[in-house]
């Protein structure tokens, strides 16, 4: 049984910083391209960011580029997800996700497994 589960979340000022965690288990992390969606209240949930396989290719939002970072620890199979510069507007609950399917990597439809969700709130 596949379980991802999010984690790092919490309550910050604008400006600041928060690295999220996803731990999965019951599948080799290292097979699969891996992404970090978010969704605020009343919106439909979006893209943030997507690692390859590897790592050695990583994909952002325009919103986030320049502010946000994915990695990956295929040994530890976690992938994070470093936040800085945090705008309220980044304010969403944050969900992990496993790529199964072949395609762009922002559209959500390519992902499967998600986690249940941490809460990011950055106050103005």
């Known amino acids: 049984q596949v379980q991802v589960v999010e984690s790092g979340g919490g309550l910050v000022q604008a400006g600041g910083s928060l690295r999220l965690s996803c731990a999965a288990s019951?599948?080799?992390?290292?097979?699969?391209?891996m992404g970090w969606f978010r969704q605020a209240p009343g919106k439909e949930r979006e893209f943030v960011a997507a690692?390859?396989?590897?790592?050695?290719?990583?994909y952002y939002a325009d919103s986030v580029k320049g502010r946000f970072t994915i990695s990956r620890d295929n040994a530890k199979n976690t992938v994070d997800l470093q936040m800085s510069s945090l705008k309220p507007e980044d304010t969403a609950v944050y969900y992990c996700?496993?790529?199964?399917?072949?395609?762009?990597?922002?559209?959500?439809?390519?992902?499967?497994?998600w986690g249940q969700g941490t809460q990011v709130t950055v106050s103005s």
């Open positions: 996700a496993v790529r199964l399917y072949a395609g762009n990597y922002n559209e959500k439809n390519r992902f499967a497994y």
């Open positions: 019951g599948l080799t992390v290292s097979s699969y391209a």
């Open positions: 690692i390859s396989r590897s790592g050695d290719s990583t």
